[in-house]
């Protein structure tokens, strides 16, 4: 019995003991964990200490920023005013500078086209056939010989317009070169030598001579800018030339020089004279080729529109 009861003491003493250290365990956890939670309730303060100081300063520079922006704004609102105005001035003397530019040049140009006319015969694109005048005191600006092998053997020297003569050698060169020998008769023929060749035209066939030959002061070739031209074979003004090769290759191509045929098939003024070729320049002779027109048939005031151009 004796053995019995100091078993239960001791059982006792120990569930005494592990009580105590529970206890003691539990006390020890107690602290350690309110020593914890102030630590973070010290935490938490200093943390809403800090966020409702970074929030003050927020508000402040957001406060200061908003300021700011609308200060900039207005003066961005100003200096856009201030540049559409400047805009709109700029835009009002470019304007008034582009006008004037365009005055100067329309100005320059019309300076330009009337000095340009100012050393061009007037009478270049007149229809001299019975129709204008041309009197015994007129040459033409500039004349030059015409090189030699350019004309028919047998022909006195011939002259031709200094302006034009680039023209017609390029033709005849151009036509050689497709295998037509085309040659000069008679270019330029004064008031005096129309006058000589009229007369002997006369006395042979009489007033007929009317058909073929013009009186002086109505011929193309007082221009200077006509000509009469037939290949080697023909050798002469016959009617027969407009039967060659040479013929046709003048009418596929003389435009392309400035010429033009002045008496086709026809025509109210002259028999049919397919050796008479007229310098009017490329212009023109394109614009009537294109148009199958002839030189007569046109209106003064339009062919005369192209005298500027004689030369290009």
Known sequence: MESSGSKLRLITIIIMVLLVGLASYLVVQNRLQTVKINMLLEERNFFLLETASSTKTYLREQEQASSTIATLTQQLAFVT???????????????????????????????????????????????????????????????REINSRYILPGKKDQYFHGD??????????????????????????????????????????????????????????????????????TGATSQSFAQTKAYKWLMDNAYKYGFILSYPEGNNFYIFEPWHWRFVGRDLARDLHRQKATFYEWDQRKIDEYLISIFD
Request: charged letters at 30%.
């Open 81 to 143: 005013e201030e540049l559409e105005v400047l805009a709109s001035d700029y835009r009002k003397e470019k304007d008034k500078n582009d006008d004037f530019e365009d005055q100067i040049r329309a100005i320059s140009g019309t300076v330009g086209v009337l000095d340009k006319l100012s050393k061009t015969d007037k009478e270049l694109l007149q229809k001299y056939s019975k129709t204008y005048f041309l009197n015994e005191n007129f040459i033409p600006m500039k004349l």
């Open 164 to 233: 034009a003569i680039k023209f017609l050698t390029n033709m005849l060169d151009d036509a050689k070169e497709d295998g037509h020998d085309i040659k000069i008769i008679s270019a330029y023929r004064s008031f005096d030598e129309q006058v000589q060749l009229k007369g002997q035209f006369s006395q042979t066939y009489g007033s007929g001579a009317n058909t073929f030959s013009a009186d002086q002061g109505y011929s193309e070739h007082q221009l200077g800018t006509a000509v009469d031209i037939v290949d080697v074979a």
